[in-house]
């Protein structure tokens, strides 16, 4: 398999060229740092993104809450993620990068509150 994958982890934005047909002989060129090669070689074989979405929230003056997990997920949770989110709801006060749930349906991410909001009087 060919693939070219835009590298999302530095500013330099490295167009990486994988061949490979498993892990043992994938061949990566156009990396410019270490963290290319690990993000590219993610993308071939375990690809993995950060779970982002809104939450209800109640007490608050809006009845929405950004949030988002601490860290990527693996690609294939993303959709189990967004009905584990649409269930809950969230009760204010909740401050920015509050832990929601430890280990969000054991990805290893945490989900967290992506800004503050106090409770409503």
Do not use: W
Not at 17 to 46: V, W
Not at 110 to 121: I, K, P, Q
């Amino acid at each position: 398999m060919k693939k070219t994958i835009i590298c999302t982890v530095c500013p330099n934005g490295c167009a990486i060229e994988a061949e490979y047909t498993s892990r043992e002989d994938l061949k990566l060129t156009g990396y410019t740092c270490k963290r290319g090669i690990t993000y590219a070689t993610d993308e071939c074989f375990a690809p993995k993104r950060t779970f982002t979405s809104s939450m209800r929230i109640t007490g608050a003056s809006r009845r929405m809450m950004p949030v988002r997990t601490d860290a990527p997920v693996p690609k294939e949770l993303l959709m189990d993620c967004a009905t584990a989110a649409r269930e809950m709801t969230l009760e204010a006060p909740m401050k920015s990068r509050q832990v929601l749930q430890e280990n969000f349906l054991g990805s290893g991410a945490n989900l967290v509150a992506a800004m503050t909001l106090e409770r409503e009087a």
